[in-house]
């Protein structure tokens, strides 16, 4: 069983900053997967940045070059880091953690609601 509890959404200015960050509590933390999805009002939830246990990462094309996805293992944390943002980005960011062995595992964090506004 794993538990993740997203921070770091709140109230950004067009083209400022936020770091979101995932803490996980559990076991096999680094055998999992992260992403980070979000899901706009009306929309969708949608894949914004993915992470595997071995550390590559894949983004979606609308946040490729101002998103950037990492771990730490020994933190047990995944954070997502966000620039020049816009107001498409705003949000409720969700952490997700993924492993398949013998079975899928899945989790989700409660969320993290980021507004991107002038």
């Known amino acids: 069983q794993v538990q993740l509890v997203e921070s770091g959404g709140g109230l950004v200015q067009p083209g400022g900053s936020l770091r979101l960050s995932c803490a996980a509590s559990?076991?096999?933390?680094?055998?999992?997967?992260m992403g980070w999805y979000r899901q706009a009002p009306g929309k969708q939830r949608e894949l914004v940045a993915h992470?595997?246990?071995?550390?590559?990462?894949n983004y979606a094309d609308s946040v490729e070059g101002r998103f950037t996805i990492s771990r730490d293992n020994a933190k047990q944390t995944v954070y997502l880091e966000m620039n020049s943002l816009k107001y498409d980005d705003t949000a409720v960011y969700y952490c997700n953690a993924e492993m398949t062995i013998f079975r899928k595992y899945d989790y989700w964090g409660q969320g993290t609601q980021v507004t991107v506004s002038s």
């Open positions: 559990g076991s096999a933390f680094s055998l999992y997967h």
């Open positions: 992470i595997t246990s071995g550390g590559s990462t």
